[in-house]
């Protein structure tokens, strides 16, 4: 998957008010915010993904014209996105597929008041890995396409699906890395599993314990603890819907599945920009020993940490069956793959290019998985 790159920051003058407003309580327009802070606010609004919640609370800043684009545009297409999620969810029903919708689409229509406040590129799905084939086709039916992967089976646990302005990201595990992918199996996540009518009757999506864990694996796991504000509101919003004993739950889940650093540096974050207080944090519900535990999903927080490191991560996470079958998967890409990559070169190419590709993903190893900070 493409890195993600830091937001820019939102300048140092114009964090106290945001905090502030986003906490529902009033917020001025400093007087010495400058023409560039202005700019440089609304481009990490955007990045941030605030943009439609920023503009739905404000009256009378002077970039307030200029964030009612990005809501107008967050809104624009919600409605076809829910008419062809509810027809997708349709067919899958028809053809004996389970399915729950995670992450962004599947928060915007249960914890957010109107779901054009929760900006999303994709709709994202986890289903089980066997009904794989007939989601392809169904959606290839449809009018999807998909790209080749290229062949890392272990490590690639999702699939992109696009066509026009719309997008399914269909997950058969809940993270590519196998550190932290069995933290919440399908099967299990589907028993305890919540409706979401306002998508559809037959709409389901993680309870928001399971989805506060999710939520926090993701960020951490998938995107190497970037701060991209939106995906702490999430956090925010799941941890206000619940009760002492979810809480209770959730850290009890965390502790069992080896995910308590993790999930205790995305709440604090998310704490510090959004709750009163901070709250049902890991010290309040687990023992020392619970906490202090060495937990391999704690290497995602290493800002520093390169592309070598993560790899050596997840084989350590795999059998000895699985690191063979990983190194041969990334050394030797499927045919198909390579001339998706390289589509101008001829076939007599192909051995030498295999050789540049793997010299080249060697390299990449050197490089920090984290982009540097603006």
């Not at 915010?33 to 990490?44: L, P």
């Not at 932290?180 to 998508?199: G, K, Q, S, T, W």
């Not at 694996?217 to 206000?240: C, G, K, N, S, T």
Request: proline share 7%; hydrophobic share 45%; charged share 25%.
């Amino acid at each position: 998957m493409a890195d993600v790159p830091d937001p820019v920051p939102v300048p140092p003058l114009l964090r106290a008010p945001l905090r502030a407003l986003l906490r529902g309580e009033s917020a001025d327009w400093p007087s010495a915010a400058t023409s560039d802070d202005a700019a440089q606010f609304v481009e990490s609004i955007e990045q941030n993904g605030l943009g439609p919640l920023v503009y739905a609370r404000l009256s009378d800043w002077p970039i307030r014209s200029r964030l009612r684009e990005i809501a107008i545009h967050a809104a624009a297409g919600e409605t076809s996105r829910l008419a062809d999620v509810r027809a997708v969810l349709a067919a899958f029903e028809r053809n004996s597929i389970r399915v729950l919708i995670i992450k962004g689409t599947g928060l915007a229509y249960d914890i957010y008041p109107s779901p054009e406040l929760r900006p999303r590129g994709d709709t994202d799905l986890l289903i089980a890995e066997f009904d794989l084939e007939k989601v392809r086709t169904i959606l290839h039916r449809r009018g999807y396409t998909s790209p080749l992967t290229s062949g890392d089976t272990l490590a690639i646990r999702q699939q992109s699906f696009t066509r026009g302005g719309h997008v399914y990201d269909v997950h058969w595990d809940v993270a590519n890395s196998p550190v932290v992918r069995d933290a919440l199996p399908f099967e299990e996540l589907l028993v305890r599993a919540i409706a979401v009518p306002r998508i559809a009757p037959n709409a389901l999506a993680p309870s928001h314990v399971d989805a506060l864990l999710l939520a926090c694996i993701h960020r951490v796991a998938h995107h190497h603890d970037i701060e991209r504000l939106i995906w702490l509101y999430d956090i925010h919003l799941l941890r206000e819907t619940m009760s002492a004993d979810d809480h209770a739950r959730f850290w009890r889940l965390a502790a069992e599945r080896g995910v308590v650093a993790i999930c205790e540096r995305s709440i604090e974050l998310a704490d510090e920009w959004f709750a009163l207080a901070a709250h049902d944090r890991a010290r309040d519900w687990l023992i020392e020993e619970e906490r202090a535990r060495d937990e391999p999903s704690a290497a995602f927080l290493d800002a520093g940490r390169t592309r070598g490191a993560v790899l050596s991560g997840d084989l350590k996470a795999l059998s000895w069956r699985g690191r063979m079958r990983r190194m041969r998967e990334l050394a030797l890409p499927p045919i198909g793959f390579m001339r998706q990559s390289f589509p101008s070169a001829p076939t007599a190419a192909l051995p030498a290019l295999y050789v540049w590709r793997g010299a080249r993903g060697v390299l990449r190893l050197l490089r920090r998985v984290r982009p540097l900070p603006h």
